[in-house]
């Protein structure tokens, strides 16, 4: 079992810069595929960025350039930097976890999620 617990929204200007945290609980979170998906209002929630258990990264292309993902295996902890935020940007942001070790953007792959961090972005 895997608890995701997401950090580190919250409302910034165009252009700005937030970092997410996603805290999971375990002692197997090394051997977990990470991944950050978002969902806006009115809207199906998206892929964002994935970073398999060996470290390979994945960004969709949205956010190609802005956005990283990374992994600290010594703190169960995976981030997510954003740069040069825009508003369309704004969405309740998602952890989720995959047993697997190839970092996916299908969200049917994901077996435990978070319960999200808002992000909103002002123009």
């Known amino acids: 079992q895997v608890q995701l617990v997401e950090s580190g929204g919250g409302l910034v200007q165009a252009g700005g810069s937030l970092r997410l945290s996603c805290a999971a609980s375990g002692r197997t979170f090394r051997m977990y595929a990470m991944g950050w998906f978002r969902q806006a209002p009115g809207k199906e929630r998206e892929f964002v960025a994935a970073i398999s258990s060996g470290g390979a990264t994945s960004h969709a292309t949205s956010v190609k350039g802005r956005f990283g993902i990374s992994r600290d295996n010594a703190k169960n902890t995976v981030y997510l930097q954003m740069n040069s935020l825009k508003p369309e940007d704004t969405a309740v942001y998602y952890c989720?976890?995959?047993?697997?070790?190839?970092?996916?953007?299908?969200?049917?792959?994901?077996?435990?999620w978070g319960q999200g961090t808002q992000v909103t972005v002002s123009s």
């Open positions: 989720a976890a995959a047993n697997i070790p190839t970092g996916s953007a299908v969200q049917d792959d994901y077996g435990y």
